[in-house]
């Protein structure tokens, strides 16, 4: 079946960097790309960007521009995002999700499960 | 950036009702690329309608989206106990990418 699985949670401290997995199966993961979105504690969703697994353009929202990189691994079927310079407030669970091909213009119809990512002192 | 506006923040109902969740643009959504979410506690958002109205596979038809332009409507016919989560809309027409606050739909 089509899936993403997400890497475990992680603590950080602020100031440091942190690198987010997400593997995908069940369909050809070049056919698509995969879109960042992230959620506070009891808050809403927040969309951080967008890769092409065909081509590996990216979108990046104003918000973070500067501290994210989004990658991907085709040989593996991995999309990565890494998050710099990390404060109190990146405090989330960051969801990968797939999205369209060849633009950040498109519906999420499949999420990873989540990963926590705590940044404490 | 686009901003959706939801209401209510909260709708209270019960099992067998019908509901209907709202979703305001502050400006026109691009070829309607509205996107509903259902969400449910320690779970990751799970999409229901894209398209405005085009349901996703796998989503009974009890749920229906409808709406263009500014104006979007998530309706549930009759409601379920499982119904009961939190709904975002999302607009992907136009970058960034943007999602309402949510409805919180709880049991009355």
């Known amino acids: 079946q089509v899936q993403l699985v997400q890497s475990g949670a992680e603590v950080k401290k602020p100031g440091a960097s942190v690198k987010v997995s997400c593997k995908a199966s069940?369909?050809?993961?070049?056919?698509?790309?995969i879109s960042w979105v992230r959620q506070a504690p009891g808050q809403g969703l927040e969309w951080m960007g967008w890769?092409?697994?065909?081509?590996?353009?990216?979108n990046y929202a104003q918000k973070v521009l500067g501290r994210v990189s989004m990658t991907t691994d085709t040989s593996t079927s991995t999309a990565y995002m890494e998050l710099r310079s990390l404060r109190s407030d990146d405090t989330a669970v960051y969801y990968c999700?797939?999205?369209?091909?060849?633009?950040?213009?498109?519906?999420?119809?499949?999420w990873g499960k989540g990963t926590t990512v705590t940044v404490s002192s | 950036e686009i901003v959706l506006t939801q209401s209510p923040g909260t709708l209270s109902l019960s099992p067998g009702e019908r509901a209907a969740l709202s979703c305001r643009a502050s400006?026109?959504?691009?070829?309607?690329?509205l996107a509903w979410y259902q969400q449910k506690p320690g779970q990751a958002p799970r999409l229901l309608i894209y398209?405005?109205?085009s349901r996703a596979t796998g989503i009974p038809d009890r749920f229906s989206g409808s709406g263009s332009g500014r104006d979007f409507t998530l309706t549930i016919s009759r409601l379920e106990p499982e119904d009961f989560a939190v709904y975002y809309c999302?607009?992907?027409?136009?970058?960034?990418?943007?999602f309402g606050q949510g409805t919180r739909l709880e049991i009355k």
């Open positions: 999700a797939r999205g369209g091909k060849l633009g950040s213009s498109y519906y999420m119809d499949v």
């Open positions: 069940g369909y050809t993961f070049s056919s698509y790309g």
């Open positions: 890769i092409s697994a065909y081509n590996d353009n990216t």
């Open positions: 400006q026109s959504v691009t070829s309607s690329y």
């Open positions: 398209g405005a109205s």
């Open positions: 999302q607009q992907y027409g136009t970058s960034p990418i943007t």
